[in-house]
């Protein structure tokens, strides 16, 4: 019976059975584990059914159903993410909501996009581009990923650092509840009138509700762009520029600072000559006002001992700012690998910095650990560090080789808590960090627990996910 109202409310040929028809792909994301289970064949969590509404009527109704018998659901855009946000632990149905993938409205004079959730990242930004606008988040996964993927994990995109991120960007959201209501936030973010309810719902990862419209701010495409590459004498003459550049309020567009190491390992192997410590710079806009910028960011990154590599470079590194995470330069199974990217204030970067590499470098030293860091989203008070570690030759048993990721993971995870920064700035927790969740809020946790069983008091939303158990 449970599957023939699914079928009434969305189509028949819109509820999919997972293992009759082969579609084990869809219970998984990027997350490590995921790929691990499949290629050594071990069992994985599969959902009951592939559910593909076409409409918020019938979001609805499908939450309604899954309500009264108390049915996991676990909302899917392009499964992009890396933390085990869409994996479907508990089996229930996985929301594929990639079918609306609709513009709905360009206002172009307030320059405001309506759009549903499940259209593709590149896509939207080629339809906006074809108008004069951009979306200016950008973020690496902008094939695969869309537009509610974006909100969901509060993600960065590469121009961050003077658009903000897309939390920055979203200005109100539709969303239907656990038991199929239908609410819409105040139709913008900035006002009086109580707290703002938007923001709980961008972040939260599936695990309050179903993300079915979404509000963004545009931008227009810059008259033009011009770039630099700067060489540094080291990571802490980096940071130490780029703490200039930001306390000065002058905003690049893209501000990335890259350590030996993934200068190796993303700009060498793009087909870039450079060794060393390189800082990629982007302004955008009239060019009588990006150039004056320009000259004030390089004359500061001089200051600090850098030397000015030109435009090309810079330019060659947007062009190919994609290839670092696609085949064959993106990591994949069988390394053992993980991005455990944090922010923090600029009192704290350099210290996070080093503790981290230290800690991967000699204690996993046996495994030949390598560890690598850019840093990439820059704000006022503090940047954010895009750093990874690496294990060629992880063990060949499943459960070793997960125990080891999931060690250096926590280890990692406190390092930056001590530090003072955050389990993560832009990828999201999903179930790989929600059991450190409790340890970084402490008990304000409770706080977010409590909101979370009264917005689900049957706990269906992405159970096990930002650390939400199951009741």
Known sequence: MFRSELEDAVGVENVISVKQQQQEEQSIDHYWLTFMWKEKKQDMPLPYFIVRPLTTEQVSKVMRIC?????????????????????????GILLDLTRMD???????????????????????????????????????????????????????????????????????????????????????????????????????????????????????LPETRLFRMMKFPSVQDGLKAGREIMVKRLNPTVMRLYDPGSTR??????????????????????????????DKVVAICKSHGAIDLGEEPGLYWWEHRYDFYKPPLQPAYPLLYGTVETVTTYANIQKLYEEKKKLVEEKYKEWNAQYMAHFSHWYPWGTMIYDRFYIDRPPADPQEAFRLHNQIWAECSRVNMANGALLNEHHGIGFKLGWLMREQYGDTFDVLLDIKKLIDPKGIMNPGKLGFGIW
């Open 67 to 91: 309500y009264t018998y108390k049915v996991p659901v676990v909302p899917r855009g392009g499964g992009s993410g890396t933390q085990g946000g869409a994996a479907t632990l508990y089996g």
């Open 102 to 220: 609709r513009i709905l409205q360009i206002d172009e004079q307030s320059l405001i996009l309506t759009a549903q959730p499940g259209i593709n990242g590149r896509v939207l930004e080629n339809e906006l581009n074809a108008k004069g606008y951009m979306l200016a988040h950008y973020p690496s996964s902008v094939d695969i990923s869309t537009l509610g993927g974006y909100l969901a994990a509060r993600g960065s995109g590469v121009m961050s650092t003077k658009y903000g991120k897309a939390e920055d960007m979203v200005l109100s959201l539709e969303v239907v509840l656990p038991d199929g209501k239908i609410i819409e936030t105040l139709p913008t973010p900035n006002h009086a009138c109580g707290p703002g309810l938007l923001q709980l719902f961008v972040g939260s990862e599936g695990t309050l509700g179903v993300i079915t419209k979404v509000s963004m701010r545009l931008d227009p």
């Open 265 to 294: 390992r993303s700009l060498k192997d793009t087909g870039m000559n450079v060794e060393g410590v390189h800082m990629v710079l982007m302004f955008d806009g009239y060019r009588e006002i990006a150039e004056p910028l320009r």
